[in-house]
T-cell receptor, first 114, second 116 residues
Framework: DQQVKQNSPSLSVQEGRISILNCDYT??????FLWYKKYPAEGPTFLIS?????DKNEDGRFTVFLNKSAKHLSLHIVPSQPGDSAVYFC?????????????FGKGTHLIIQP | NAGVTQTPKFQVLKTGQSMTLQCAQD?????MSWYRQDPGMGLRLIHY???????DQGEVPNGYNVSRSTTEDFPLRLLSAAPSQTSVYFC???????????????FGPGTRLTVL
């Protein structure tokens, strides 16, 4: 049973436009969410996170939105740049947990077209 | 600062062979972990450690052993490789603050393992 779902295996966006990556979760105990970015032949790197007490967190071109009632979060990248082409993983954990309790989604491959 | 390093980058094994995937970090992180990533799957936790001498099982521990004799190193052993263990393996580390593992982890570049 997949508790963290990224239903779009891939997404293609034109350079300069907005990229929106979606993530849904089923476990209502999840209260902290992270996005990781992964380039080919490299390990994932932390991108941005959000706690369930917030509904938005912004860091430069990256914004994560959380809709707790819908159990849905999304990552917005504005404007999209060629270097944003990567696989993006959504991850979640329950209250009081840490990295040892993370559940990852399958990832979305973002392709930024020139 | 090298961060998290993994060796080898690539490995091909025959069914039944054994091998050890090496992982080292130079950030003095107490927490280290091993994940596997399969096509179309997210990262799944194999084993983890919260300090030297302490290890525990993650979501998919069967077929793997770990040990943590030093803070820096966390090797993953496959005692008898099986084709189902063909995967990309990532090692990661993070701090422990106030007795809780911090959320953000630093990942190594991965080891791509093929078992024939």
């Amino acid at each position: 049973d997949q508790q963290v779902k990224q239903n779009s295996p891939s997404l293609s966006v034109q350079e300069g436009r907005i990229s929106i990556l979606n993530c849904d979760y089923t476990n209502s105990m999840f209260d902290y969410f992270l996005w990781y970015k992964k380039y080919p032949a490299e390990g994932p790197t932390f991108l941005i996170s959000i706690s369930s007490i917030k509904d938005k967190n912004e860091d430069g071109r990256f914004t994560v939105f959380l809709n707790k009632s819908a159990k849905h979060l999304s990552l917005h990248i504005v404007p999209s740049q060629p270097g944003d082409s990567a696989v993006y993983f959504c991850a979640a954990r329950e209250e009081g947990g840490g990295a040892d309790g993370l559940t990852f989604g399958k990832g979305t491959h973002l392709i930024i077209q020139p | 600062n090298a961060g998290v390093t993994q060796t080898p980058k690539f490995q091909v094994l025959k069914t039944g062979q054994s091998m050890t995937l090496q992982c080292a970090q130079d950030m003095n992180h107490e927490y280290m972990s091993w994940y596997r990533q399969d096509p179309g799957m997210g990262l799944r936790l194999i084993h983890y450690s919260v300090g030297a001498g302490i290890t525990d099982q993650g979501e998919v521990p069967n077929g793997y052993n770990v040990s943590r004799s030093t803070t820096e190193d966390f090797p993953l052993r496959l005692l008898s490789a099986a084709p189902s263990q063909t995967s990309v393996y990532f090692c990661a580390s993070s701090c422990i603050l106030d007795r809780r593992v911090t959320d953000t982890q630093y990942f190594g570049p991965g080891t791509r393992l093929t078992v024939l």
